[in-house]
């Protein structure tokens, strides 16, 4: 009973998300605050259920690890929100101005298609963008410290080279109409899956749910220790859906995770992880 309920959690807790942003008030949906308030409200709660219902004992939290976590989560909330916005959406924006560019229909959809279709955009790019960091030196120079971390947690998925989170951020979403409420409800739900994908927490979503969303399953597997060619599958952060489509889907699970024998990276060796071949060159031509 207890374990049916908890595989329930995932599908239970996006479809409280969507409850709650197609109702909200215009205020609170024209107040970017509440975007960061639901978002860590959700990365908190699930955090929280990893200490009481645990999935493996090698990832249980500690406090050098949540130290780390909460570090890149307000990295990303602060560096990276304003690195996209100011060299990626902002940018956009202005082009879509200039050019023109009106999508207004877009806004008369149901907001339930609104909040999928702006999903779909944002995991389209995230994909191919994942996918391309895993098949080039140079890209996953970038994306290579996030494979270093040897657990899974609630908020591993902010864990990351300042590059790569600033790449995997990258969207086209500015350039379109969408209603703010779907645009949150989006971002708001993508938290959720990816957190629980992330997460050390003993919930296995029913199929319907696994078929279209990535869960722990998928997730732990792409993070697999066994070696780096193992980890060229399952790319969807939040849909798993593209991977079934492209051809990159694989089942299974891993409990052990991390690269390079499994050596943790400290937050300065992360960021300065893609720099490794000119920094020893220097130090080449110091000695």
Not at 150 to 168: M, S, W
């Amino acid at each position: 009973m207890r374990q049916g309920l908890l595989n329930l959690l995932p599908p239970v807790t996006v479809t409280a998300l969507l409850l709650f942003w197609g109702n909200a008030p215009a205020a609170l949906i024209d107040n970017r605050a509440t975007l960061v308030i639901v978002i860590v409200t959700v990365v908190l709660f699930v955090q929280l259920l990893e200490l009481r219902f645990e999935r493996h004992e090698g990832w249980r939290i500690n406090w050098r690890e949540l130290a780390t976590d909460l570090f890149y989560v307000v990295l990303g909330f602060t560096a990276i929100s304003w690195m996209t916005d100011t060299f990626a959406e902002g940018p956009l924006r202005n082009a879509k101005e200039a050019l023109g560019l009106t999508s207004p229909w877009l806004k008369s959809l149901p907001f339930l298609v609104q909040t999928f279709m702006v999903m779909a955009l944002f995991e389209f790019g995230q994909y191919w963008m994942h996918r391309l960091m895993h098949n080039n030196a140079l890209f996953w120079s970038t994306h290579a410290p996030h494979h270093h971390i040897t657990q899974l947690n609630a908020a591993k998925g902010y864990v990351g080279n300042p590059i790569e989170l600033f790449l995997i951020s990258l969207s086209v979403i500015a350039l379109f109409d969408f209603d703010k409420a779907a645009i949150f409800a989006s971002a708001s739900l993508g938290t959720a899956i990816s957190t629980f994908a992330h997460a050390n927490v003993r919930s296995d979503p029913p199929g319907w749910y696994s078929f279209f969303f990535t869960t722990i399953r998928h997730h732990s597997l792409h993070h697999t220790a066994l070696s780096y060619e193992d980890t060229r599958c399952n790319y969807g952060n939040v849909l798993i859906l593209y991977d079934r489509i492209f051809g990159t889907y694989r089942e299974g699970e891993s409990a052990v995770v991390g690269q390079d024998e499994r050596r943790r990276l400290t937050i300065a060796e992360q960021f300065l992880f893609p720099f490794r071949p000119l920094i020893s060159r220097w130090k080449a031509k110091g000695a």
